[in-house]
């Protein structure tokens, strides 16, 4: 017997004596005696050998593994651990072994053995010291009092890293909590070894969430371990610290792990001093570094923000001196940056500490000139921080802070600028002088930041990211201080010669012109209080005289004069008008000119009769800018209309005989200036107290020709003439009667005017030109109460509206306006002071305005045009806005209140917003009585949609397809909330309703802001709304249904429902039946609302502390597993019940146990009736049977992870025996006649559950489950058969005994009666089922039970998934074959015996085949193994057999190869091919010349299987595929490179030529890769052109023609052949050796394969073609 056939029958022997060890007294003896010897017999070569000892170890494995009393022998498994000669693979399965055995040890067995353990990791893999080191760690505390220290130094110093490395992992083991386990952590972290430091920060990472840093044991750790013995505080009777309480502090390594560590504690920052201590260590330590004293400054950081104010009161003024210290003497940027934010940090929390030294900050400000840019950013935040705490300090101190400001907030460094206005605006007041100042310096900055930081500080603008809901009113500073202060300011700039002072060619200006123009206008803004803007055009009079004598009463100094003042004002006002400045501050300079004298112009204007001011007006009334022309125009006809007669006279004719100067600007200045001469002179002259002299006569004279040149000047080519004009007549007729008759044939008089005006109108052709007319022909009636022909002028106005401008309706709105109500009208645009003259009205008043509003609401408002219509709603707006005071307007109200009702259902948004804004004012502007009738419109409007009285019609719903509505209402429901309350009961659910209309939403919106401030009004409500939604859910208009749908979303979103639970079940029944509504937008508003009700649901029901929990589940539940919801025909129903359902099973199941019986086979179901269609078609698609399989067992895995099943399992925990009473009846149908592979998947997949969770509970009916699972239909689907199988595996375990005794006998009575796939499979299944999961059961049965297994297991090799289940349970349950069969011999003769005597012929195949493989292994012969043994032996001893000399005790090679090269003849064909491999592989390695005679023996065995014909050939050809790749392979490995001969070479080719034509692929392969050899030892450069020739005409075209093959292999095989070949031989010698037909065959085959889609075959073509 050989070797390997004896270590086989040994170890054979071995597995059946642990099989027949029955108890495990006789086990443990086995294994401590056998165990470490079958162990090394993993080193042993063969392949079997080594199988066989992994199947006897599996084996024991099985055995021991839950038998924990087994002991192994640990001593000679670490005797065999530490042997040098062991192998690294023996070792790993020995560690194993030591493992196991050392966990059954007992403590004092561990602690006795741990130091052999410990010693026997010496010089072992860093895996295997891991693994033996990992089981002594936990005892290393024990091991202390057992052993001395010396001992255990001797012991664990062997290891130190890996000690290091066995104590990280044993603290990673979850034995304790996180925060335990910390501060080692992070002394790992710092260790020096670079496995210890990793690992440790591994750790650290993994666990730094879960660590508690706020723990005081953690944060007294981490400071003694920064600090040593320096944190221990001595005790009273202590003199020092005992020396075994001594600690060094921490090297720099440990202490920057440990800062960042403290830093993630808030209560680490209040441990004073150690914190302190750190700090200061940090800083000052001598072998600190500059890493180390950053975070020392980080975590000073942390102390400032976190530590309690009492602390950091003592720590503060050290922590300042320090800071101080660090800025000064520190050279590194980094930390100096630190250093400055830290003294803002400080500041923060101790303003007191800064207050009193303002040297910080000019300290801190000179370093802004001399840092870099990233420490000018910490500085900036430093005194950003630090400002507040100047807010309240000494006068000194703020003289010194206000210098300071003044000198940086023109400094080059923008840093420095921003400073200062950002400092001005925090610590000083809004009325503190100089920092607005300063402001005002800085708002025209060139840095946006800076102009925005100044303009928030001038009040200007307020700063985006502030969001008061009140802010506090801004307070100007004084404006006679400022206005001082300022004065002084501009001229100590001009007379020191500031670098910063304006300089032209045409003068000096102390600021900008821009700083200048912000200047005034700041000015002005104190002065009136607050920050009017000017207008572009025309004069907004102030009481600028009372201004300044309020704040002269302000002023407490004596010295202050009126008159000074205004000097002063004046003065600036003229350096504003410098010819240095540009045209917008001049604008501005002269504004407030005019702004101040038209205050008291008789008194004023003497200070303007001067040279100096005379020739300043004139050169702007003839200047370029437009602007200023026209406020030099009207200061100057205000200055001269204050003169006596004679000299407005004189200079006015002046100025009228310059109207015809060829300069434009001088004709425009002295037009405008002579036109607002005569408006102010009228003006005075209609002032009752007036102290002027007026020459009435010759004045008339002069009147009556500005007015002629006015009216000239109507129809001038140039708009400016045009608009100056109107502007003069616009003034001039609102304050008196123009002194020209009504009507004359010549000359101009007041109807001539008008009709200049109305034909000026048909021309002009630029908007802001008719703007002008319109509110000239408006103002024209208003100083004239009497005007001539005013219906007319009406008429011209509303006929020239047609397709006019939105803006210029508006515009003719307000001439309107002024036309019928004159002086009452609030649209006059006189900018001469107050310059209304009170009268009564009169009946002309009242008819003409009558007469208007009849015919804009009979002719215009009826129009069937809808831009007219649109026009119409505008006039009757503006007149609404402007004259609302007039009385007569009262009677008109309900009228216009129906036109614009009608308005509002208007296309057109201009048309319905003007209506919506009409219907407001004229709540505003009504009776008692309009505004009850407003009212109860609005309220008949929003509970029927329509308009009262009326019926509905697609033309009568007021809301449909329109804004406009709304928006009137909400305008009066804004004002009439009180009225409305009655009604509120009724309006809310509608409008609540309505918000959410398509169609109105927007509308119903504004009404709803309008009608209801307060959201607590919904809550109010909240029942009615419910009831209103669940009426409409199902409306039959899909407008309502989608509106509904979304208000429910809304009404359940975050309010408390416990009113509303009982409307829970209707909605979500309605909610879900529109999930399938025939209108996408209802079906998407659906899934909104059904998202929410699971939302509110799912929140109520989890809480299960609340009473209303257990009320909304049975509430909800029953509809969603009622066809409504889970069974419902649509997918997007089931889908959002089943989740709900899910989701309830998670966060609530404790309130779903009364509902488990409907529950869970409805979820069940839901396995299969949920999953995707496309699966079911994909699997019908499906030839293939394996794929179908694979395919099922992904869907029996899916639904095993499926939410569904989530939620059953959660259930199970709740399932009692009551329950079980309810739920088996309803499962057993399912199990029996459930449809899809999900849900009898699912059903296998719960019982298996309730087995392992309650089977003490389902054990009275495990039978009926385990009869529900056996007479099941045997489904031919495989996945179900083994879920099925698999449960009846489970059940057997708690099943009666005599149940199981009856499925026994079913399942092998079965077996044999039918004679089908699905039942075999089936027993199979189940056999295996209850072995793997009720094997203590199964032994009982084994007796008969095996040999059905063993007869099983010889099915046809074509029924391969069948047959490996029945050699599984053969292996699992035998001590391998041969043993397995001595056990049960005789059953399994008697049971072949039998089936021999079947009907079936594939049972009697079988039968057949059991018992060969019975007398098989009986007899079983070892010739191959020693026909490999002596192969090794050859191998392992080549020198010794090169060298050896024949005698009768040794043999040499040659008789060893002739012994093989008769074996090679022997008739068996297996044992045939192994002798051919091994006689080849004894040629090559010994380099021994046989080729000719091993030939000569293999050429016949070819030649025979060509030679047999008919079936007989195919069969033997089928039978010898491998045979022949077997010789070809021995062919090439015994080609020898001593063989020279031509005919030998040709012969062989000749071979390989025709076996190549007339051969399957694999024999195709082996030929070629043949060939390939024979090629690289036969053929070189030298070989001549006839070898060549030979070689190629007979392998050129086979080979060609295997690139034709299907398979790839063959294809690359014939490819290298091909590259051999023209490695050694050129192009032009192919084209010699071959013919040009073949060598074009050649290059065809070659780009077809270059075209492939597979780069391994275009690769090698490609380069094969290149080099052809």
């Not at 002299?693 to 009147?703: G, P, R, T, V, Y």
């Not at 050699?1367 to 072949?1392: A, F, H, Q, S, V």
């Not at 063959?1610 to 192009?1627: D, F, N, R, T, Y």
């Amino acid at each position: 017997m050989t070797d390997v056939a004896a270590n086989l029958e040994l170890l054979e022997r071995l597995l059946l004596r642990f099989g027949l060890a029955d108890k495990d007294e006789q086990l443990e003896k086995e294994i401590n005696k056998f165990l470490p010897s079958i162990l090394l017999k993993l080193n042993y070569p063969d392949e079997e050998v080594r199988k066989k000892v992994l199947e006897l170890l599996n084996h024991i494995n099985k055995r021991v593994r839950n038998q924990p009393n087994i002991k192994l022998p640990l001593d000679d498994l670490l005797d065999q651990f530490q042997d040098d000669t062991t192998s690294v693979f023996v070792k790993n399965f020995t560690t194993v072994y030591l493992k196991m055995g050392f966990t059954r040890l007992s403590l004092n067995d561990q602690l006795q053995i741990a130091p052999k353990f410990l010693k026997s990791i010496i010089k072992k893999s860093s895996a295997h010291q891991d693994k033996i080191f990992q089981l002594v760690v936990p005892l290393l505390e024990n091991l202390k009092e057992t052993y001395t220290v010396e001992e255990l130094r001797q012991m664990i110093g062997i290891v130190d890293d890996q000690v290091k490395l066995g104590i990280l992992r044993f603290l990673a083991t979850d034995i304790y909590i996180e925060t335990q386990i910390a501060g080692h952590l992070v002394i790992a972290t710092g260790d020096v070894r670079w496995s210890v430091a990793n690992l440790g920060s591994n750790e650290l990472t993994k666990r730094q969430s879960v660590i508690d840093w706020e723990s005081p044991q953690l944060m007294a750790i981490l400071y003694q371990l920064y600090l040593g013995s320096s944190i221990k505080t001595l005790s009273k009777n202590q003199s020092q610290i005992k020396p075994e309480d001594q600690r060094p502090p921490a090297s720099n390594r440990i202490k920057l792990l440990i800062i960042p560590q403290i830093m993630k504690s808030t209560k680490a920052a209040d441990e004073f001093p150690p914190c302190m201590q750190v700090i200061f260590d940090a800083l000052n330590a001598p072998t600190t570094t500059i890493r180390l004293k950053t975070l020392g400054l980080q975590f000073m950081s942390h102390v400032c923000k976190k530590s309690s104010k009492a602390k950091l009161k003592i720590m503060g003024p050290i922590f300042l001196s320090a800071l101080k210290k660090c800025i000064v003497d520190e050279k590194e940027s980094n930390l100096r940056q630190l250093s400055y934010l830290n003294c803002g940090y400080l500041s923060k929390r101790l303003p007191n500490l800064f207050m009193k030294d303002v040297g910080i900050v000019v300290q801190f400000f000179n370093a802004l000139t001399e840092e870099d840019a990233d420490s000018r950013s910490a500085v900036r935040d430093a005194l950003i921080d630090m400002a507040p705490c100047y807010k309240s300090i000494s006068e000194t101190d703020i003289t010194i802070l206000e210098n300071l400001l003044l000198q940086y907030v023109e400094h080059t460094i923008p840093a420095c600028r921003l400073l200062s206005v950002r400092l001005a605006n925090i610590i000083f007041p809004t009325d503190n002088i100089v920092s607005r100042y300063v402001c005002i310096l800085a708002c025209t900055d060139s840095n946006e930041e800076i102009r925005e930081e100044a303009r928030h500080g001038l009040g200007i603008i307020r700063i985006s990211n502030i969001t008061e809901l009140d802010p506090p009113k801004y307070k100007f500073p004084l404006f006679i201080k400022l206005l001082q202060y300022v004065r002084q300011q501009m001229e100590t700039r001009i007379t020191t010669n500031h670098p910063r002072c304006f300089k032209t060619e045409s003068g000096i200006l102390p600021f900008s012109p821009i700083t200048l123009k912000e200047l005034i206008l700041y000015l002005r803004s104190c002065l009136v209080g607050n920050h009017d803007d000017i207008p572009e055009d025309g004069l907004k009079s102030i009481p600028f005289l009372e201004l300044l004598d309020q704040h002269l009463k302000n002023c407490e100094s004596s010295s202050i004069t009126k008159e000074s003042v205004i000097d002063e004002y004046f003065s600036l006002a003229y350096d504003s008008l410098s010819s240095a400045g540009g045209s917008n501050l001049h604008k501005i300079g002269l504004y407030c000119l005019l702004e101040a004298v038209s205050s008291d112009p008789v008194n004023l204007h003497s200070k303007f009769m001067n040279d100096k001011w005379d020739n300043k007006i004139k050169i702007f009334l003839n200047g370029v800018s437009d602007d200023c022309r026209l406020f030099a125009s009207r200061l100057c006809g205000l200055i001269m209309a204050a003169q006596n007669s004679t000299k407005y006279l004189a200079y006015t004719r002046e100025l009228l005989e310059k109207c015809n100067s060829s300069s434009f600007e001088v004709q425009h200045g002295s037009f405008a200036s002579i036109g607002f001469c005569l408006v102010y002179r009228t003006y005075f002259a209609s002032q009752s107290d007036s102290k002027i002299l007026f020459d009435s006569q010759n004045e008339d004279i002069l009147a009556n020709d500005i007015l002629n040149s006015l009216v000239t000047r109507l129809s001038d080519s140039q708009a400016v003439f045009i608009n100056t004009a109107c502007t003069i007549l616009t003034e001039l007729a609102s304050l008196k009667p123009l002194p020209l008759a009504d009507e004359c044939d010549q000359g101009l008089s007041k109807v001539s005017i008008a009709n200049k005006l109305k034909t000026q109108l048909r021309k002009a052709k630029d908007k802001k030109v008719k703007e002008k007319l319109y509110i000239t022909i408006g103002h024209l009636p208003v100083g004239d109460p009497h005007f001539p022909k005013l219906k007319e002028l009406i008429e011209t106005m509303l006929q020239e509206s047609k397709g006019q401008q939105i803006d210029l309706l508006f515009t003719i709105g307000k001439a309107l306006s002024l036309v019928t109500a004159k002086y009452l009208s609030s649209a006059i645009q006189c900018t001469v002071m107050s310059a209304k003259v009170a009268r009564e009205l009169n009946q002309d008043d009242s008819e003409l305005m009558k007469w208007l509003l009849n015919l804009l609401l009979t002719k215009y408002a009826p129009n069937p045009n809808p831009t007219i219509r649109q026009a119409t709603c505008i006039w009757l707006f503006s007149i609404l806005k402007y004259s609302g005071e007039m009385p007569e307007l009262q009677n008109w109200l309900q009228q216009v209140q129906t036109v614009f009702i009608n308005f509002l259902t208007e296309n057109d948004e201009v048309t319905q917003e003007m209506a919506s804004s009409g219907l407001g004012l004229l709540y505003d502007i009504g009776s008692s009585t309009t505004k009850d009738t407003l009212v109860n419109m609005l309220v008949s409007t929003l509970t029927s949609g329509r308009k009262a009285g009326t019926h509905v019609t697609s033309d009568t719903v007021i809301f449909k397809n329109n804004e406009g509505a709304a928006i009137g209402f909400s305008s009066i429901a804004s004002q009439a909330r009180k009225e409305l309350e009655p009604y509120l009961p009724k309006l809310i659910p509608r409008l609540f309703r309505y918000r959410y209309d398509p169609k109105i939403q927007k509308s119903m919106n504004s009404i709803w802001s309008a009608l209801v401030p307060d959201i607590k009004v919904v809550d109010k409500y909240i029942t009615e709304i419910a009831d209103d939604l669940s009426k409409n859910l199902t409306n039959k208009f899909w407008r309502v249904r989608e509106s509904s749908c979304l208000a429910v979303s809304d009404l359940l979103n975050g309010r408390p429902i416990d009113s509303i639970i009982s409307y829970l079940p209707k909605l979500w029944e309605s909610c879900l039946l529109v999930l399938d509504d025939i209108k996408e937008t209802v079906r998407k508003a659906a899934a909104i609302s059904c998202q929410t009700l699971i939302k509110v649901t799912i929140k109520i029901s989890s809480d299960l502390n609340s009473k209303v929990s257990n009320q909304v589940v049975d509430a909800v539940l029953p509809i969603l597993l009622s066809d409504k919801g889970i069974g419902s025909r649509a997918e997007e129903i089931r889908a959002i019940s089943l989740s709900t359902v899910v989701e309830i099973g998670k966060k609530a199941t404790a309130t779903l146990k009364p509902h488990i019986t409907v529950l869970i086979p409805t979820m069940i179901e839901s396995l299969s009736s949920l999953e995707p269609q496309a699966v079911n078609y994909l699997y019908l698609q499906i030839r293939d049977k394996n794929t179908q399989e694979l395919l099922d067992t992904h869907r029996v895995s899916a639904s095993k992870s499926s939410p569904m099943m989530d939620t059953v399992k959660l259930c199970i925990d709740y399932i009692d025996d009551t329950v079980l009473a309810d739920l088996v009846p309803k499962l057993v149908p399912l199990i029996k006649h459930g449809i899809g592979v999900g849900t009898k998947a699912g059903c296998s997949h719960f019982v298996i559950q309730l087995v392992n969770q309650k089977s003490k509970e389902l054990t009275p009916y495990a039978g009926r489950l385990l009869k529900a699972f056996s007479n099941a239909p045997k489904d031919r689907n495989l996945s179900i058969l083994k879920a099925y199988t698999l449960a009846i595996g489970h059940l057997a375990k708690i099943a009666k005994e005599n149940t199981v005794a009856k499925l026994f006998v079913t399942l092998k009575d079965g077996y044999f009666e039918t004679d089908n796939e699905e039942n075999e499979n089936y027993c199979g299944l189940v056999f295996r089922a209850i072995s793997e999961h009720a094997s203590e059961l199964f032994k009982n049965y084994r007796g008969e039970v095996m040999p059905l297994i063993f007869l099983a297991m010889h099915q046809n090799d074509s029924d391969s998934s069948l047959k490996s289940i029945w050699k599984e349970l053969w292996i699992e349950n035998t001590p391998g074959m041969e043993g397995g069969i001595r056990l049960y011999r005789d059953g399994i003769l008697d049971i072949c015996c039998k089936s021999l005597s079947s009907q079936s012929w594939k049972m009697r195949e079988k039968a057949a085949t059991a018992i060969v493989t019975l007398a098989d292994k009986q007899s079983k012969s070892n010739y191959e193994s020693v026909l490999n043994a002596i192969t090794s032996l050859c191998k392992a001893n080549v020198n010794t057999l090169k060298n050896q000399k024949q005698d009768d005790e040794n043999a040499t090679i040659d008789i060893i190869i002739d012994k093989f090269m008769r074996e090679c003849r022997r008739s068996k064909v297996d044992y045939k091919k192994i002798a051919m491999k091994s006689l080849t592989t004894l040629l090559k390695e010994f380099k021994i010349n046989k080729f000719v005679e091993f030939k000569s023996i293999v050429v016949p065995l070819l030649e025979e299987s060509e030679s047999s014909d008919g079936g007989e050939k195919r069969k033997k050809e089928e039978g010898d595929i491998e045979l022949k790749v077997c010789i070809f392979e021995c062919l090439g490995n015994s080609w020898h490179d001593s063989i020279t001969s031509g005919d030998i070479k040709k012969e062989y080719l000749e071979l390989m030529s025709t076996s190549l034509i007339k051969n399957t692929w694999k024999v195709q392969m082996q030929i070629l890769l043949a060939a390939e050899k024979f090629l690289e030892s036969a053929y070189t450069s030298e070989t001549s052109d006839e070898l060549w020739k030979a070689l190629l005409s007979n392998l050129l075209l086979p080979t060609l023609d295997c690139l034709d093959e299907k398979y790839i292999a063959v294809k690359i095989c014939a490819l290298k052949l091909l590259e051999g070949i023209l490695k050694q031989l050129s192009v032009d010698q192919i084209k010699n050796f071959v013919t040009e037909e073949n060598y074009q065959i050649l290059l065809v085959k070659l780009k077809v394969l270059s075209t492939d889609s597979r780069a391994q075959l275009s690769d090698r073509a490609n380069k094969i073609l290149k080099s052809l």
